[in-house]
């Protein structure tokens, strides 16, 4: 949010995670895309009133008038990894979440879209993986970062302890 509000470093926040259900999927959802999407990109939403230190209180389904603003300010783009094929993406910070959910094809095609001066940040856990064709070591996520170990342009940074809380810590450990 720094590198795009405050700095102008690029233009927009681009954010995209990859559409896979954790357990029963629900089915259908009806409505436009950005109504679809806006239950898929959940987490994006608590993490970004957690940086910006909002309360989930308001209208916009939900989300914040703060966050509401950003996006339709055009300075937070929201996107299903569905979409991204085709596109060119200059000037833009991208973060994939959940990277560990996708393949290494997927992985491919989603980094040969990024566009001068911009930047991709993969994130994920390659031992939370919801995709039954994946493993720790088969994932897009391990593919990119041993793929592109010692690349001067890239860089992997794995945390060793979980940042969420003490319970999640403990439950990584003994579960």
Excluded: C
């Excluded at 239950?39 to 308001?58: S, V």
């Amino acid at each position: 949010m720094q590198k795009v509000l405050h700095e102008k470093k690029y233009e927009k926040l681009l954010v995209t995670r990859p559409v896979i259900p954790f357990g029963r999927d629900i089915g259908y959802l009806p409505g436009a895309k950005e109504e679809k999407l806006y239950h898929w990109m959940q987490p994006i939403f608590d993490n970004l009133a957690y940086i910006l230190r909002t309360k989930k209180a308001g209208t916009n389904g939900g989300m914040d008038e703060r966050i509401h603003d950003l996006i339709e300010s055009g300075a937070v783009e929201l996107e299903a990894l569905t979409y991204i094929r085709g596109r060119s993406i200059p000037d833009h910070y991208i973060i994939v979440d959940e990277a560990q959910n996708l393949t290494p094809h997927e992985i491919k095609t989603v980094a040969s879209r990024v566009g001068e001066d911009s930047k991709l940040v993969l994130t994920g856990d390659p031992w939370q993986i919801d995709n039954p064709y994946l493993d720790s070591s088969s994932n897009g996520l391990s593919y990119a970062a041993e793929r592109m170990k010692g690349l001067d342009i890239a860089g992997h940074v794995m945390l060793k302890t979980s940042e969420r809380s003490e319970l999640a810590s403990l439950v990584a450990q003994r579960l």
